[in-house]
């Protein structure tokens, strides 16, 4: 797609494809407003890349209909920038062992999905709008990534003006940096995954969220959240529940608000959850690297 070049509609391939598709350039792909239902086979997404091995570099990607680019595994997804202003406009979702990297994100639901195993984000810059998380690992019965690393990012700006609590039954739930909505089906776990060295911008209503409360329950196995500095302290606490049946292990390490360490006090939790607390506030001298 050439430079200056604007592609309006969307982009489908189905699951016979056997060939990688190289989607490349300077130009830009364009949705068609809000979301809706066509007829059967006709994608909502501005790009679904269904198959294996997808190369996808360069473009621009405009207010999509739903998911601005969702690919099949071991898709790399480089120097794609992406912005969209409904709500219901997510950014990327991406299979197995794929990898996203120096991409811009301006889009206003779930900036990256991480709902495949062995994802590799980095180097991304996200501007977050009204509605939406910027790490989303699950939503309803959706299985979360495992072994998945986010590193070397940073939010540029946020705008979110309220993020509710499910004890509370209210809504906006995903509106934080880490998110898991909720699960609403049986034997769902989140292992082994990495967010670091992440310099958060603008102004968090919440940092954390996550979910196994509401519904049937989700296990988080060794979630580390480790370098991290949000410039300005999150307005209200984040939560973490689950339910007795299921636990959630959480390591934070090295996670500053302003210039004080995360600690207890700005976390609520219920149910079988475990955190853990390591390292100092230290003084922020640049972009995270």
């Known amino acids: 797609i050439e430079d200056g070049a604007l592609f309006k509609g969307n982009i489908f391939l189905d699951k016979e494809r056997t060939k990688p598709l190289m989607l490349m350039g300077r130009g830009m792909i364009m949705g068609n407003g809000p979301i809706i239902h066509g007829r059967q086979g006709i994608p909502y997404n501005s790009i679904t890349l269904n198959g294996n091995g997808h190369l996808v570099e360069g473009i621009t990607i405009l207010n999509s209909r739903h998911f601005g680019l969702n690919t099949g595994d071991n898709a790399h997804i480089d120097n794609v920038k992406m912005f969209g202003y409904n709500p219901n406009n997510d950014g990327i979702g991406a299979g197995d062992n794929s990898l996203i990297e120096n991409c ?100 968090l209503q919440r940092f954390i969220g996550l979910n196994g409360y509401s519904s049937k329950g989700i296990d988080v196995d060794n979630l580390v959240v480790e370098n991290i500095h949000v410039v300005n302290a999150p307005l209200k606490p984040s939560w973490v529940y689950t339910k007795d049946s299921t636990a959630m292990d959480v390591k934070f390490k090295n996670v500053v608000f302003e210039n004080r360490a995360i600690n207890e006090a700005d976390i609520k939790t219920t149910g079988n959850v475990k955190l853990s607390f390591d390292g100092k506030a230290m003084p922020f001298t640049g972009k995270m690297n």
């Open 104 to 203: 811009f994100l301006k889009v206003n639901d779930d900036h990256i999905k991480l709902y495949h195993d062995n994802t590799v984000v980095r180097n991304v810059n996200f501007y977050a709008q009204t509605n939406g998380g910027i790490i989303q690992f699950a939503w309803n019965s959706i299985d979360p990534g495992d072994n998945c690393l986010v590193e070397n990012c940073e939010v540029l700006a946020c705008e979110f003006t309220f993020c509710g609590d499910p004890l509370e039954t209210s809504g906006g739930l995903a509106r934080c940096f880490i998110s898991l909505r909720e699960e609403q089906a049986d034997g769902r776990k989140l292992a082994n995954n990495t967010i670091r060295n992440i310099l958060i911008q603008g102004q």
